[in-house]
């Protein structure tokens, strides 16, 4: 087979018998790839939307996470100071109870004088109506 001049030159018929100065099969592939890396573009932009969305869903989660964090350090800050509050109250409680006691002790040794008081009062009106 002759060797084709013009391909020789670096020029091709393609098999629309345009003049070209690529190989047709290397042209075709040249499209081919071309095509390929559009729809390879595509695909990675599409995967960039879908990251870029899955990245705002995580970031509000962290921020609702963290809302609800502070929210369960609120309670647990407010659950400590009621039970340092009932604690202290039951302090007080105990302390007006021990107070209560020493008071009811006083009474009834007041009481138990006035008692006797009472008892030597009335044997002394008695003995003294005996002897009248």
């Given amino acids: 087979m002759a060797k084709d001049p013009l391909a020789e ?3 091709h018929f393609d098999e629309l018998n345009k003049l070209r100065i690529l190989e047709p099969d290397v042209g075709q592939k040249t499209t081919e790839l071309k095509e390929e ?4 573009v595509d ?36 659950l400590k100071s009621v039970a340092k509050q ?12 021990a107070e209560k006691k020493m008071q009811l002790e006083r009474y009834r040794i007041e009481y138990d004088a006035l008692s006797k008081v009472e008892a ?4 002394f009106i008695d003995q003294f109506i005996l002897h009248k």
């Fill in 9 to 11: 030159a670096g020029l």
């Fill in 37 to 40: 890396c559009k729809e390879f």
């Fill in 43 to 78: 695909k990675i932009g599409q995967f960039q939307k879908i990251v870029g969305g899955l990245i705002e869903m995580v970031d509000e989660l962290a921020k609702e996470a963290e809302k609800e964090k502070m929210k369960a350090i609120g309670a647990r800050n407010l």
């Fill in 86 to 97: 009932r604690e202290a109250q039951q302090q007080q409680l105990q302390a007006l109870i």
């Fill in 120 to 123: 030597e009062q009335n044997e």
